[in-house]
C-alpha cells in the first residue's frame, strides 16, 4: 500500500514568506507527527497529532510555525515569515496508534535564502 | 534536560565484524526505547523497539538491543554486520506524562560504514 507521502519534496523561498508543507499519512492511521531535522542534527519532534487534535504544541520552536489536521487524514505545517534557521529537512511520520510503530515520509527540504 | 546521547557519529567495520552503538538517555521516568535506521536514499524506518518485559530486543535483519534501565542505555548491537548494513542509525526513547501527553527525543545518529 502506499506509505507516507509529502508535498513539495524541496521548497525554495526567500526570508519573510510564509510556506505551507503537507503530509499526506497512510489511510488509517490516527497519529500523525511532524519532525524537523537541521544539518548535523538530530531529529526535533515538533508536534503530534491524534485524530485531528494536537495535545502539546509545545515543541513547535515559535509562534511562526503552526500546524493543523483536517478529517484525521492531511496534515499542514505552516511556517510564517520564514528565517534563514528555518532551513532544514522537515519529516512527517504517521502510525495506526500512539503506541504503534511510526512511517516516515520522505520529507520536506527546505531552504530558506 | 531530557536528552538522548549517541556517542558514536561515524563508525567504520569490515563485513563480519560486531557492532555496538551506544545510546544513553537521561530522564527519569517512563520511557520507551527505539532504534531507527536510514539506508542511503530510503526512508527512516524502525529497527525495534523496547515498550515493556524482556530487555533484550531483537529487530529487523539480525540487529537486538538491550535496555539497561540502572545505566540509561539502550545499546544497540549486531553480531556480523554486512556491506548491506551502511545506513545512519538514530536511537529514540519516548517519555510520556500522567498527563496522557508524550515526546519524543532522538539522538543525532551514527553514520556507519561497511567494507566490503
Known amino acids: 500500500g502506499a506509505g507516507v507521502s509529502q508535498s513539495p519534496s524541496n521548497k525554495v523561498t526567500e526570508k519573510g514568506k510564509d510556506v505551507e508543507l503537507r503530509c499526506d499519512p497512510i489511510?488509517?492511521?490516527?497519529?500523525l507527527y511532524w519532525y524537523r531535522q537541521s544539518l548535523g542534527q538530530g531529529l526535533e519532534f515538533l508536534i503530534y497529532?491524534?485524530?485531528?487534535?494536537?495535545?502539546?504544541k509545545s515543541g513547535l520552536p515559535s509562534d511562526r510555525f503552526s500546524a493543523e489536521r483536517t478529517g484525521g487524514s492531511v496534515s499542514t505545517l505552516t511556517i510564517q515569515r520564514t528565517q534563514q534557521e528555518d532551513s532544514a529537512v522537515y519529516l512527517c511520520?504517521?502510525?495506526?496508534?500512539?503506541?504503534?510503530?511510526?512511517?516516515f515520509g520522505p520529507g520536506t527540504r527546505l531552504l530558506v535564502l | 534536560a531530557q536528552s538522548v546521547s549517541q556517542h558514536n557519529h561515524h563508525v567504520i567495520l569490515s563485513e563480519a565484524a560486531s557492532l555496538e552503538l551506544g545510546c544513553n538517555y537521561s530522564?527519569?521516568?517512563?520511557?520507551?526505547l527505539f532504534w531507527y535506521v536510514q539506508y542511503p536514499g530510503q526512508h527512516l524506518q524502525l529497527l525495534l523497539k523496547?515498550?515493556?518485559?524482556?530487555?533484550l530486543v531483537k529487530g529487523i535483519k539480525g540487529f537486538e538491543a538491550e535496555f539497561i534501565k540502572s545505566k540509561f542505555s539502550f545499546n544497540l548491537r549486531k553480531p556480523s554486520v554486512q556491506w548491506s548494513d551502511t545506513a545512519e542509525y538514530f536511537c529514540?526513547?519516548?517519555?510520556?506524562?500522567?498527563?496522557?501527553?508524550?515526546?519524543?527525543?532522538f539522538g543525532t545518529g551514527t553514520r556507519l560504514k561497511v567494507l566490503a
Open positions: 523496547y515498550f515493556s518485559g524482556d530487555p
Open positions: 511520520a504517521s502510525s495506526r496508534g500512539t503506541e504503534e510503530t511510526q512511517y
Open positions: 530522564y527519569g521516568g517512563t520511557v520507551n
Open positions: 497529532f491524534q485524530g485531528n487534535s494536537a495535545p502539546d
Open positions: 489511510s488509517g492511521h490516527t497519529a
Open positions: 529514540a526513547v519516548k517519555l510520556s506524562w500522567t498527563s496522557g501527553t508524550y515526546k519524543y527525543i
